[in-house]
């Protein structure tokens, strides 16, 4: 089929690592601490060192300061400004008077933004219970993966977007698919009628392990486990005889994200449990660079080992310039 | 329906974005109206016009923080859009503009294209680029947007609401208008329709091989999908047509509006807002393209750093951007087309491009050689006259040096100048420069993408939406023929 977008086309990931690797620099990489912008500038720019200083004042960012442009920022975002003769400030003003009239219109608003605050953060700690999560050592160049999971269609009727998850070009597929979280995994399988006092430790993620992910007509199965069986092979051969496709079959713990071919925005599929299904989709594929700052939002809540895996090395220093409060709920 | 007798939340629906391709086209429009590419010319048209405050009132950190990368999204299509010279750098600008002028304190960073055709020759342009890198602003992506498409389309109330909020005013009307036509010109329709095939042929080998049908419990869709969505998009068509018919008299009340609210009533507003609502968005960037098409001939009047070396560069980007313009202009036509047959189609150009390229080097050799005059005849008149110039003495003192610099420059450019006739691809040359990876196809292809992106979506919930209005409205004549048949 004719390629109608740049979003459609089949991205290799190694391929994009090594195409941008060509155009940066080390200092994209790793950051620029240290190098003033005078010498990243006579580094790699062509300007004329006699230039470069009168460009510093002339295209410095106080040039853009308008003149009655509130200094303080929570002046400048609690209402919009009168006079600006914009339209999308008008706009705004239309809708920040619509807010005040009607709250149901505000919660709604608030409820669907893309960067929502996070939800209480000892929910977080108390449901995962991770202890501390894996911390890759990021030495060569490296592309961070965002997969979106959803939740499974029979489920519910709608498309809900459940997980979301960032992972390394190095990872395997088994490390993102051991933190899928899902009901069914967690199915208390086998009658107890006999036993109704005996406290199951059984779920049915210890019992049934197989599962795969099926991306760009290749099933990835998952046969760690020397009981896992090959769920795909019914489907491969099915599509063979009825001439619908030529599919094939790899080992899930063999792949890298980094030897996929993927294309963004397509839903693919990860089947476990035999029947469940939930629609993957890669949203977004990047270079991994230093000083990110990753916080959504300003104060923004952390449980306590999300909060140490991203803010600490392992030596247990600050990764960079911060400031952490804590916060308490329990009214002891 | 489950959810008929579920009362309505909110009749009001949000989209943050309106008006903001408006603002920008405006600014851009004034930046490229005053012929200049220089920064302080853009800071000044951002002072007057009180960009800043465009972040005024979006209240919380999460609000302001959507609403930037959105304008981010908006100000790349400048940059990527292939639409001129100008344009370019005034994108540029603008992202540097809205990065440094952004709110909150885990900046947001700028999601950086693969083919960013940073054509930087000019000093101040080349600043800007390097200082926001230094800056750590970009992101090293491999696709323009993030792909959560399926999951805005599936609930998609934002993106509903993104497109008929004030389903009545003007600029929805315009931006529907461009959506719905690059849905009819490209092959999305034919798209569709062979994913449907394939979908319904798969549908009936699950059946049985020998199928004609697929199973009664499998028609989760209606089969004749393709031919609604042509009928509805007719019809939309139809719609349209009488909406802006009548909308033409009710445009100047909406002004009106807007004039209100900003309570500023000067003319240049007027002309901006008006303009922007009675032209298309295609012809206010058709307008900038031309304008930058027409650039060499300003050249001369306005101020550059290293005056030759800018002009000579300024050859090469007239080959470049007549290419991508007309590749752009193609692209909408040929989307569907591989990139193997891109690359073929411009040998049919190349005649009128070595043409246009040939004309553009002898205007430029024109005003080089009036440099050159204005250069003999006033020592002292340097490539820099900026009011905060601080080393203006500097070349003062020596202005004999600064016109060997000049001379050497000139021989340079005469240098380039062959290489430029010995008829290498535009491609090849922008990789001997060096740190410049510029792949003028791949441009409109980005284009495309830059502002289709969403668009599509947004299409298919457009009709869809309009489907449902249809619907609702065609129920009675539904039920009136249901009794006409009971009654039969």
Known sequence: MAELEESDKLVNITEFKNEWHDILTAEDIKGVEGISLHDYMSKNSTIPPEILSELETVCGTETLDCEDE????????????????????????????????????????????????????????????????????????EVIITVEVF?????????VLDQEFQVLGSQKLTELRDKIRCVSDYIIPGDYSDTPNLCPTERAKDLYKSGFFFIEDIFYNDLRDPSNQDNSSVIINWAKKSNVANYSAQRMEDTNFSDLNVRLGQPYLYEHQGSCQHVVVFSDIRWVTRKCQIAPEDPCFYCNSCFQAFHYNSDGNKLFDFKAYRFNLEMK | MGKKGRKRVHDFIYSPMTGVQTDFLALLKKFVDSGSVRYEKFAEIWRASKMTLIFSGRQSDAEVREFTEKCFNIAKTFLFGASGFQTTVGGLYLLYALFSKQLFEPTVKI????????????????YIFWKLRHSNAFHYVSCPTLQSGLQSFVNNS???AA??????????????????????????????????????????AM???DADEPQPSLSMIDSGIVEQMTKRIKQFESWKKRKINKSSGRSNADDAVVASDSGEDSDTDKETSSTAYTKNIGDIRAALKAKAMSFPSQSSRSRHYGATSLLCSMNKDLSKISESCETNQRSAKEVGISQTEKEK???????????????????????????????????????????????????????????????????????????DLSGQSPVKRCKKDGSVDCRPEKLAAVDQVVTGDVEVTLDIAQTKSKGQGKRRSGRKQEKAAIKKKTLN
């Open chain 2, 345 to 419: 189609t411009p040998k049919r150009k190349k005649t009128k491009n070595t043409e246009e390229r040939l004309l553009a080097e002898k205007s430029s050799d024109k005003t080089d050689s009036q440099v050159g005059k204005k250069a003999k005849k006033s020592e002292t008149s340097t490539p820099i006259k900026s009011p905060k110039m601080s080393n203006e003495s500097e070349t003062e003192k020596s202005p004999q040096k600064a016109q060997r610099k000049r001379k050497t420059k000139k021989r340079n450019k005469n240098i380039s100048d062959q290489t």
């Open chain 1, 70 to 141: 509130p200094k303080d920022r929570y002046v400048l975002l609690s209402d919009t400004a009168k006079g600006t003769g914009l339209i999308s400030v008008a706009y705004q003003t239309k809708d920040l008077e619509h807010r005040e009239k009607d709250l149901a219109y505000k919660y709604f608003l608030s409820e669907r933004r893309q960067y929502l605050p996070r939800k209480t953060p000892w929910e977080h700690d108390r449901l995962s219970k991770i202890k501390r999560p894996h911390i890759v050592k990021n030495d060569g160049p």
């Open chain 2, 207 to 209: 059946a049985g091989p």
């Open chain 1, 151 to 159: 939740r499974p269609f029979q489920k519910s009727r709608r498309m």
């Open chain 2, 111 to 126: 999601q950086k294209m693969m083919d960013v055709a940073s054509k930087e020759y000019h000093y101040d342009v080349e």
């Open chain 2, 163 to 204: 497109q008929s909020y004030n389903r009545s005013g003007p600029e929805s009307l315009l931006r529907d208008q461009g959506i719905i036509c690059e849905l009819t010109d490209s092959d999305a329709i034919d798209q569709l329709r062979a994913i449907h095939e394939q979908y319904q042929r798969v549908k009936c």
């Open chain 2, 158 to 160: 934002q993106e509903k």
